[in-house]
């Protein structure tokens, strides 16, 4: 019996009772012939994107460059991947494939990475990337943690130096060490040299 990694993921989530549910769950799925899901799936979400084949057009890139390319797409299924990574891990996803092809079909046709991502924007809007362009509104969420960041290590810094500088109270100044080897006077010496002589018991 094989599980489906959506079977698997909804399992794990919803702890040891949705586990032996999707396991006694997933033969009955299989003889009737219908893929065991426990994510929401919107298989209606596909939309096609196209254009002409370029006169005497060649693929625009390679089989490996095309994966990497499918890596910056998200998947419209439901689920939170790319595209490579829906159509090889989950073969219940009706949606992954499509948008494959797709895109196998603008790289045989001449058509670059930049142009087949322009063309994917046009059909789904910025919700088809990955990770969203880094221009208007969007290019403040890229920036701002390093703003916050550099403003935040200046403000450390100026209240570090400011604390340096600030003068001790003055009910809390350091005491003067005594110095030590003080030199006594004659008339000190005198009458220790008398205190002494008095106390010799010869």
């Known amino acids: 019996m094989i ?4 079977t698997f993921l909804g399992a794990a989530a919803t ?11 997933a033969p009955l799925g299989a003889q009737d012939g219908k893929p065991t899901m426990s994510g929401p799936m ?9 254009r002409p084949a370029r006169a005497g057009a060649a693929p625009s890139m390679t089989d490996d460059a095309r994966d990497a390319l499918e890596h910056r797409i998200h998947c419209q299924c439901g689920c939170t991947l790319d595209v490579y990574t829906c159509r090889t891990t989950d073969f219940t996803c009706p949606v ?6 797709d895109i196998a079909q603008l790289v045989a046709g001449g058509y670059s990475a930049d142009e087949i991502i322009q063309a994917f924007q046009g059909a789904y809007g910025d919700k088809v990337l990955m990770a969203p362009p880094r221009v208007g509104f969007n290019w403040a969420g890229y920036t701002t943690p390093f703003v ?16 340096r500088r600030r003068p001790a109270p003055a009910g809390l100044a350091a005491p003067v060490a005594a110095p030590v080897g003080l030199a006594a006077t004659p008339d000190e010496l005198r009458r220790l040299a008398d205190a002494v002589r008095r106390d010799d018991p010869e």
């Open 96 to 101: 992954s494939p499509s948008m494959h092809r």
């Open 42 to 50: 919107d298989e209606g979400a596909y939309k096609p994107v196209t």
């Open 3 to 6: 599980l489906s990694r959506r």
């Open 148 to 163: 916050v960041l550099a403003v935040g290590a200046v403000g450390v810094a100026v209240l570090m130096g400011r604390w």
């Open 15 to 25: 702890g040891l009772a949705g586990a032996v549910s999707a396991v006694v769950a």
